[in-house]
């Protein structure tokens, strides 16, 4: 019912007070459950049934582990029926706003209309939820203004001024504190600092994006200057670490779609490497013959199979990168 439920009420533009309908149908599921728990239990019966939206379970592997372990588990059904029993007077508890006799359900349609309410707290818990609520609706304020906010309303500040900060010499005082607070410059330090932590969170993102961009280049470098080789006679005489050389070339070079796809440690011993370069070179091969290439040599020099769907500049670049590879038949 997790799942459903989270889909159901963080869907984009839903209206809490529309959410009425929906709970009593989750309350009625529930009551359902209770009183037929091999809904959920029986392998025979349909997944639609026992879900709150009437679509297969998310995660079915676990469902029917479930299953699969019951015959074992002589109480699992008293403690699934315990468990659904004691979820169900907490929804009631938490959902009294849409009861028959409540203000949102005596509400047309038309009034219905005019009030938003989101389904969910998510942007309004903990302070940070509150410092995103407070700066959209007063939008010039700082950090500062919401702390001293926030600090005013928790503590009481209002109640203990009426009480204990009677005279004029306690406003004067007060004034004076917060005009030399203000002349202090802290704010704007603070500032200062947070725009520094930012450019330096910049900075670091940007040396961080640069070292993989020049190891990216270097193993390009390193993958370029392996001389290719296509003969299969010649490619058996290898060793397994230049064989590995010629995989990677097919892999992060090439890119052909296939090898590419497959996962090393499927191509551990020489035997599995040199079937998948082979099996990669007939591929190409095959595309190849299909556009009406010269012979196999062409098929490092230009993949007509990818290179056609792209942007012309995509194509020259990659077809300059195949024409620097040395082609040994």
Not at 189 to 194: C, E, G, N, T
Request: proline content about 5%; hydrophobic content about 40%; overall charge neutral.
């Amino acid at each position: 019912m997790a799942d459903p439920y989270f889909a159901a009420t963080h869907k984009k533009g839903v209206n809490h007070i529309d959410l009425g309908p929906f709970h009593d149908r989750l309350i009625t599921h529930i009551e359902k459950l209770i009183t037929t728990p091999d809904l959920l239990l029986d392998p025979s019966s349909p997944s639609e049934d026992a879900t709150l939206d009437g679509l297969p379970f998310g995660d079915q592997f676990a469902v029917d582990s479930v299953q699969f372990m019951a015959p074992r588990l002589p109480h699992l059904e008293d403690i699934l029926i315990a468990f659904l029993k004691a979820t169900l007077p907490a929804w009631k508890h938490f959902t009294p706003e849409f009861a028959p006799d409540s203000i949102i359900n005596s509400l047309t349609p038309a009034k219905k209309l005019l009030i938003s309410i989101p389904p969910t707290s998510d942007d309004n818990e903990s302070l940070l939820g509150g410092w995103r609520d407070f700066s959209r609706t007063y939008s010039s304020s700082t950090v500062a203004h919401f702390s001293g906010y926030e600090v005013y309303h928790r503590n009481g500040t209002e109640a203990f001024s009426e009480a204990k900060l009677r005279t004029e010499e306690d406003a004067v005082y007060i004034m004076r504190l917060a005009c030399a607070r203000d002349a202090s410059g802290a704010m704007r330090k603070f500032q200062d600092d947070l725009l520094a932590f930012k450019q330096q969170a910049v900075d670091t993102a940007r040396a961080k994006q640069k070292e993989k961009a020049d190891e990216a280049a270097a193993r390009i470098a390193e993958l370029t200057a392996v001389a290719v080789i296509v003969d299969a006679e010649k490619l058996r005489k290898l060793n397994k670490a230049a064989l590995r050389e010629q995989l990677d070339v097919r892999r992060e070079l090439l890119k052909e779609s296939i090898i590419a796809a497959t996962k090393l440690k499927e191509m551990k011993n020489k035997p599995d490497m040199l079937k998948a370069i082979l099996a990669s070179d007939q591929r190409y091969a095959s595309c190849c013959t299909a556009h009406r290439l010269r012979d196999i040599t062409d098929l490092f020099c230009t993949d007509a199979c990818t290179l056609r769907h792209q942007k012309p500049s995509k194509r020259r670049r990659k077809r300059s990168l195949f024409s620097s590879l040395g082609v040994f038949c």
